[in-house]
């Protein structure tokens, strides 16, 4: 089963920009798609397509993926966007999705 | 709007059986797919399985064989999750969420707002 890789948590101060990445075999061949979980709300997608943004998503969050690397890049971190972060992509080799571990975004 | 309602929580005893309904509204049910999602206490979301509406055929994921049953009711756009044989590492919340499926590619894009299982004696 494809392996995706996430860090587990990352800080920033509000203002600054928050890059948070995942990890996988080539995932540049692969669509990409973030999602948002604050506590005891249900995931929010917040990036889809690597980089495409669904209705009511601030241009703030934004997408990128090459390589072995996709990237989560959240521009003017504000204090209402910690939360935890997971990306996931399409495994055609099993025909379903999976989901990074997930990474905690701290604004300090 | 689109929407995903899921039924409320629930607590079991080990051994006992729950049902975990999602009904759907605000889009045409067999057009989408259904995803379920686990999420154990303190844990990370885990794919549990998605069912292609119109077959009703289930895609599993690894463990999630056996004990688990996914199921669809188009007559009232709902889907269902049951869960046989209770045991406490079932605890955790439950999301159905819609498919959007396309190229051998997809992600959900709206979810339920999750149900609480607990199993404790």
């Known amino acids: 089963s494809y392996v995706l890789t996430q860090p587990p948590s990352v800080s920033v101060a509000p203002g600054q920009t928050a890059r948070i990445t995942c990890g996988g075999n080539?995932?540049?061949?692969?669509?990409v798609h973030w999602y948002q979980q604050k506590p005891g709300q249900a995931p929010v997608v917040v990036v889809y397509d690597d980089s495409d943004r669904p209705s009511g998503i601030p241009e703030r969050f934004s997408g990128s993926n090459s390589g072995n690397t996709a990237t989560l890049t959240i521009s003017r971190v504000e204090a209402g966007d910690e939360a935890d972060y997971y990306c996931q992509v399409w495994d055609s080799s099993s025909d379903h999705p999976v989901f990074g571990e997930g990474t905690k975004l701290t604004v300090l | 709007q689109v929407q995903l309602v899921q039924s409320g929580s629930e607590l079991k005893k080990p051994g006992a059986s729950v049902k975990v309904s999602c009904r759907a509204s605000g889009y045409t049910f067999t057009s989408y797919a259904m995803n379920w999602v686990r999420q154990a206490p303190g844990q990370g979301l885990e794919w549990m399985a998605w069912?292609?509406?119109?077959?009703?055929?289930?895609t599993y994921a690894q463990g999630f064989t056996g004990r688990f049953v996914f199921s669809l009711d188009t007559s009232v756009s709902t889907a269902y999750l049951q869960i046989s044989s209770l045991k406490a590492e079932d605890t955790a919340v439950y999301y159905c969420a819609r498919l959007d499926y396309y190229d051998s590619s997809g992600y959900a894009d709206y979810w339920g707002q999750g149900t609480l299982v607990t199993v404790s004696s």
């Open positions: 069912i292609n509406t119109n077959t009703g055929n289930p």
């Open positions: 080539n995932i540049g061949s692969k669509s």
